[in-house]
């Protein structure tokens, strides 16, 4: 059982930052490759970046430069730093986890490859 919780959504500026982070509760000591996706309302869910067990990254080319993601795993939390922000960049952010093997490489970006996901936090940049 795996379950996520994000936080750190607000209401910025152009050109301001914010940090998001989910915290992944398990019953387990198994690796996940986890990634975060947004929102915007009428779009569809994009994936925006994903780290795999080897704590490799891969990001969309629209945050390449601005976002950055990283993990703390001693405290279970995955993070994702925002600078730069765009009004283009307001969503609702989402963290997402599937398993992978200790050691294995993973840079998909499609939504049903992962398989559980938090309740998502609000973003939204003002011009």
């Known amino acids: 059982q795996v379950h996520l919780v994000e936080s750190g959504g607000g209401s910025v500026q152009a050109g301001g930052s914010l940090r998001l982070s989910c915290v992944v509760a398990?019953?387990?000591?198994?690796?996940?490759?986890m990634a975060w996706f947004r929102q915007a309302p009428g779009k569809e869910r994009e994936g925006v970046a994903v780290?795999?067990?080897?704590?490799?990254?891969t990001y969309a080319d629209s945050v390449k430069g601005r976002f950055t993601v990283s993990r703390d795993n001693a405290k279970r939390t995955l993070y994702l730093q925002m600078n730069s922000l765009k009004p283009e960049d307001t969503a609702m952010y989402y963290c997402?986890?599937?398993?992978?093997?200790?050691?294995?490489?993973?840079?998909?970006?499609?939504?049903?490859?992962?398989?559980?996901w938090g309740q998502g936090t609000q973003v939204t940049v003002s011009s």
């Open positions: 997402a986890e599937r398993f992978c093997y200790y050691g294995s490489t993973w840079s998909s970006l499609r939504e049903e490859q992962y398989n559980h």
């Open positions: 398990s019953n387990t000591d198994s690796t996940y490759c």
């Open positions: 780290i795999d067990s080897n704590d490799d990254i």
